[in-house]
């Protein structure tokens, strides 16, 4: 039964615990606890209308630093709530970020390859790859029309353009500094790339293919990870893991608002007028009310949750 918000349960993928947790939408207590996992649960994939969740096994190390990459790309069964197969992405190694094409199939960086995997949900299977033209690709996002995939390529300094239908590399666009995370607006016409160094977001015209604008982060000690623009465009949340802050950004990049949350916070999710924050150093999660533009309540979650998804 779907909660008064619309939706039925909350899937959280502990990094540190490695582990996919389902939680209560409603009361957030933990109610399945699925391990066993290799080194690392990283990020998350939900599609809601499938009844799915994909959660790739990157490595037991870092980006740039991973020496033992994973090949495994795990389904949920969101309704089961339980892990019902694995993908093998071999030879393709250390999977991470993954986003579903208009295509209907899924596209996920494997970065110690360096390529864009093509896998078939009906299949579950990779039937392509798309060379990234960068040392390791690390997140990757797709432009709402459907026309051009770019991922961002962290210790480079680069964010690869390749042509989705044709799945050809176009070229890179140089950033000045090595980065951390990749968003596009709502008009594609805007990639904002997060700075990994200085507390900075690199604002680049997709249509003259460079860096236009640097923005600082208000209130953002140090340098930033992930950014995440809201369903509806509205705003764009900034996490900052060394900071402990999230950032509450203005579409225009005119406002912004920096709220305390937890340590070392990571990816974001959705739901009505709320952003929920997880945060993958205390195992904390927090809810910050957007209208409000501050802090609402917080709960506990496993050892330290990276990704979050409603379904």
């Given at each position: 039964?779907?909660?008064?918000?619309?939706?039925?349960?909350?899937?959280?993928?502990?990094?540190?615990?490695?582990?996919?947790?389902?939680?209560?939408?409603?009361?957030?207590?933990?109610?399945?606890?699925?391990?066993?996992?290799?080194?690392?649960?990283?990020?998350?994939?939900?599609?809601?209308?499938?009844?799915?969740?994909?959660?790739?096994?990157?490595?037991?190390?870092?980006?740039?630093?991973?020496?033992?990459?994973?090949?495994?790309?795990?389904?949920?069964?969101?309704?089961?709530?339980?892990?019902?197969?694995?993908?093998?992405?071999?030879?393709?190694?250390?999977?991470?970020?993954?986003?579903?094409?208009?295509?209907?199939?899924?596209?996920?960086?494997?970065?110690?390859?360096?390529?864009?995997?093509?896998?078939?949900?009906?299949?579950?299977?990779?039937?392509?790859?798309?060379?990234?033209?960068?040392?390791?690709?690390?997140?990757?996002?797709?432009?709402?029309?459907?026309?051009?995939?770019?991922?961002?390529?962290?210790?480079?300094?680069?964010?690869?353009?390749?042509?989705l239908p044709k799945r050809k590399l176009l070229g890179k666009i140089k950033t000045p500094r090595p980065l951390a995370g990749i968003?596009?607006?709502?008009?594609?016409?805007?990639?904002?790339?997060?700075?990994?160094?200085?507390?900075?977001?690199?604002?680049?015209?997709?249509?003259?293919?460079?860096?236009?604008?640097?923005?600082?982060?208000?209130?953002?000690?140090?340098?930033?990870?992930?950014?995440?623009?809201?369903?509806?465009?509205?705003?764009?949340?900034?996490?900052?893991?060394?900071?402990?802050?999230?950032?509450?950004?203005?579409?225009?990049?005119?406002?912004?608002?920096?709220?305390?949350?937890?340590?070392?916070?990571?990816?974001?999710?959705?739901?009505?007028?709320?952003?929920?924050?997880?945060?993958?150093?205390?195992?904390?999660v927090h809810v910050i009310d957007i209208p409000a533009r501050k802090h609402k309540t917080s709960f506990q979650a496993g050892t330290g949750c990276e990704s979050l998804g409603f379904f």
């Amino acid at each position: 039964m779907a909660n008064a918000n619309g939706t039925r349960g909350l899937i959280a993928v502990d990094k540190m615990g490695g582990k996919v947790l389902f939680l209560n939408p409603t009361t957030y207590e933990t109610e399945v606890e699925i391990g066993g996992f290799p080194r690392t649960v990283h990020e998350l994939l939900v599609v809601p209308e499938t009844g799915l969740a994909y959660v790739p096994i990157f490595g037991d190390g870092v980006h740039g630093r991973n020496p033992n990459p994973q090949h495994h790309l795990c389904v949920f069964d969101l309704h089961k709530r339980a892990h019902i197969t694995t993908i093998d992405t071999r030879p393709y190694i250390a999977p991470h970020t993954l986003k579903l094409g208009p295509d209907g199939l899924i596209y996920i960086t494997c970065e110690n390859s360096a390529v864009v995997a093509v896998i078939d949900r009906k299949t579950n299977k990779v039937v392509e790859t798309i060379d990234s033209g960068s040392t390791n690709g690390h997140r990757l996002i797709i432009s709402p029309d459907g026309q051009r995939l770019y991922t961002e390529n962290e210790e480079d300094a680069t964010i690869s353009v390749i042509d989705l239908p044709k799945r050809k590399l176009l070229g890179k666009i140089k950033t000045p500094r090595p980065l951390a995370g990749i968003a596009i607006s709502a008009d594609g016409h805007t990639v904002v790339a997060v700075d990994d160094v200085l507390p900075t977001l690199f604002l680049i015209d997709t249509e003259a293919g460079r860096v236009t604008r640097e923005l600082r982060l208000e209130g953002a000690p140090k340098a930033a990870q992930i950014a995440r623009y809201a369903p509806d465009n509205s705003l764009i949340g900034v996490t900052s893991n060394n900071g402990d802050t999230v950032s509450l950004i203005d579409p225009s990049f005119g406002t912004q608002t920096a709220i305390k949350v937890g340590h070392q916070p990571m990816d974001m999710t959705f739901r009505g007028d709320e952003l929920f924050v997880a945060c993958q150093g205390d195992g904390s999660v927090h809810v910050i009310d957007i209208p409000a533009r501050k802090h609402k309540t917080s709960f506990q979650a496993g050892t330290g949750c990276e990704s979050l998804g409603f379904f």
